[in-house]
């Protein structure tokens, strides 16, 4: 099974980036497809973005659209989330999480589509 961990959030200025990071262990890395959620205080998992295992990705969320990108480093077991112009409703721990079946044909955008998550981060946006 595969585990995760986040890292690369942290309080920043409206307006500022920050790049989340997301290792994996225990898996092939490469054979799965990967997201991103967040969660912010008192509302529901938020699907953000996600990259299957060939490398493309699912549209960005509207509300990241435009300021976010998603990438891999299979060489590293690696997932990204560059996040820039970051705003205060930016706040929230973000979530990477990875599919429950290797080599699946589209990557799935529902919490229910995949099976391994990390810890989280924090990352808090100031205004």
């Known amino acids: 099974q595969v585990q995760l961990e986040e890292s690369g959030g942290g309080l920043v200025q409206a307006g500022g980036s920050l790049r989340l990071s997301c290792t994996a262990s225990?898996?092939?890395?490469?054979?799965?497809?990967m997201a991103w959620f967040r969660q912010a205080p008192g509302k529901e998992r938020e699907f953000l973005v996600a990259?299957?295992?060939?490398?493309?990705?699912?549209p960005y969320a509207d509300s990241v659209k435009g300021r976010s990108t998603i990438s891999r480093d299979n060489s590293k077991n690696t997932l990204y989330l560059q996040m820039n112009r970051l705003k205060p409703e930016d706040t929230a721990v973000y979530y990477c999480?990875?599919?429950?079946?290797?080599?699946?044909?589209?990557?799935?955008?529902?919490?229910?589509?995949?099976?391994?998550w990390g810890q989280g981060t924090q990352v808090t946006v100031s205004s």
């Open positions: 225990g898996g092939i890395f490469g054979r799965y497809g």
């Open positions: 990259i299957s295992w060939a490398g493309a990705t699912t």
């Open positions: 999480a990875v599919e429950r079946q290797p080599w699946a044909p589209r990557v799935g955008s529902k919490p229910a589509d995949f099976g391994s």
